[in-house]
């Protein structure tokens, strides 16, 4: 076990979870991970793997066969897992997000349909509020739905769909009108629609197109999609919550938990590019020694270790603030900044450790060299976590009279 990134206080099933993920990862994911990548090979095995942990239900409540475990818990699996391979957290993420926002948002029906499904993880989540023109502002979403009778007709595309491919649930935020008269604010006009379809792509429900992979720099092996709705026909009782125009806080409120999962994941690959840096190091000789001798590849070792070390605590802060109930929306946003831009440069360290030998395919930080900065972007950029954080101390910190 690794001396750093350490978290206390863990209960006895934490621990037992924690151990039985790590070996997982260990011998299931880092042996062919870097392999799979490369050929851009969707992780089958590996899924089928976490399907047996029960990490498809990690968070949802034992009433609906999940493991009803905290936000902690799943941060901390997710940080291991990404140290395998990053592609395998972002498979499980957006499942988790949309079942997270089901058991807070969702009616009885919609819980009793999806969640024991999901926890099983035969049913697979997707989210979908990204379009062709934007991103960071979300309340400028052009995508329509327009009720009729007792379905609402959808209509408009969706961009940067992660698991686009492989889920069958896809939560989708559009506008819609339907009740929000003219001049209504645009966050206040939106609408979670609960979207099944076949996994695959091209017409995987009538009106519902997932035209194929968008070929990536980094984060291969997962699906990520565009989506295209043209007159696509969705039941009224499949409008997340029943309610219409709180599609703007259901989506943000799962972002939120996301942002400590892609904080997580973050953590995970600093921890693995310390770890291949470290390794290294001891390794290679220049000028009659290890490199690890030299005292400028010392004091990279140094500032990489206390990296990893500082994202892991703000990231476990920013869980146990959300699990204890508590708004965490400024440590999660200053964690998912924090962690994915101490990511980008403990990678970059590792990368540079190597040589020239770190630009070659056979080695492992190649690979997590093109996936950091990944991280930087989902869930939110530098900047936007900034506004978050920036507002929130203001809010915190306001002169008084
Ligand atoms: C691999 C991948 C997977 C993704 N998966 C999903 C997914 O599953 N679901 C989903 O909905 N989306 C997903 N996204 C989309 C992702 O959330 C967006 O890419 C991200 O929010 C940024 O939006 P954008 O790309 O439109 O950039 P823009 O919003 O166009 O921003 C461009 C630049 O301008 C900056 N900027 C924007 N506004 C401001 C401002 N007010 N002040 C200062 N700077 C600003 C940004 O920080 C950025 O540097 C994914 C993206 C990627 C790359």
């Not at 990893?308 to 476990?316: D, F, I, K, L």
Request: glycine letters at 10%; a negative charge; charged letters at 25%.
């Amino acid at each position: 076990m690794s001396r750093l990134a350490q978290t206390h206080g863990l209960n006895d099933v934490q621990q037992e979870i924690l151990k039985t993920v790590r070996d997982f990862v260990d011998k299931e994911i880092i042996p062919v991970a870097t392999e799979l990548e490369h050929r851009d090979e969707y992780p089958q095995q590996i899924v089928e793997g976490l399907k047996e942990l029960g990490l498809f239900g990690l968070m949802i409540p034992e009433e609906y066969g999940g493991l009803g475990e905290s936000l902690l818990t799943y941060a901390l699996c997710v940080e291991e897992i990404a140290r395998g391979w990053m592609s395998v957290s972002g498979i499980i993420n957006t499942h988790f997000i949309v079942a997270y926002m089901l058991k807070q948002h969702g009616t009885q029906e919609q819980k009793d349909t999806f969640l024991p499904r999901m926890a099983a993880g035969e049913v697979r989540g997707a989210f979908s509020m990204s379009e062709p023109a934007l991103g960071s502002d979300v309340s400028a979403i052009s995508s329509k739905a327009v009720r009729d009778g007792e379905e609402y007709v959808l209509n408009g595309q969706k961009m940067w769909l992660t698991n686009g491919g492989t889920s069958t649930l896809v939560a989708v935020l559009t506008r819609s009108d339907e009740g929000h008269p003219e001049g209504t604010a645009p966050h206040k006009s939106m609408t979670t629609f609960l979207v099944e379809k076949e996994p695959g792509f091209g017409e995987v429900r009538p009106g519902l197109t997932i035209p194929g992979k968008i070929d990536k720099m980094g984060y291969k092996g997962v699906d990520t999609t565009e989506l295209i709705m043209d007159n696509l026909r969705i039941p009224a009782n499949r409008v997340l919550g029943g309610e219409t125009g709180r599609g703007f806080y259901h989506m943000m409120d799962g972002v939120e938990v996301g942002r400590v999962n892609v904080a997580a994941r973050g953590c995970g690959v600093a921890q693995r590019a310390f770890e291949l840096g470290v390794s290294y190091a001891q390794q290679r000789q220049t000028f009659g020694k290890a490199i690890a001798q030299h005292q400028a590849i010392q004091f990279k070792l140094a500032e990489m270790a206390t990296k990893v070390e500082a994202a892991h605590a703000m990231m476990a802060n920013a869980a146990r603030k959300k699990d204890s109930g508590e708004r965490n929306d400024l440590e999660a946003g200053m964690a998912k900044y924090l962690a994915s831009e101490y990511c980008k440069e403990v990678v970059e360290d590792a990368f540079r450790i190597h040589g020239g030998y770190g630009f070659s395919k056979e080695y492992e930080i190649e690979r997590l060299y093109r996936e950091a900065p990944m991280l930087l972007i989902g869930e939110g950029t530098a900047e936007i976590q900034k506004m978050i954080i920036g507002r929130r101390l203001l809010e915190e910190y306001r002169l008084q009279g």
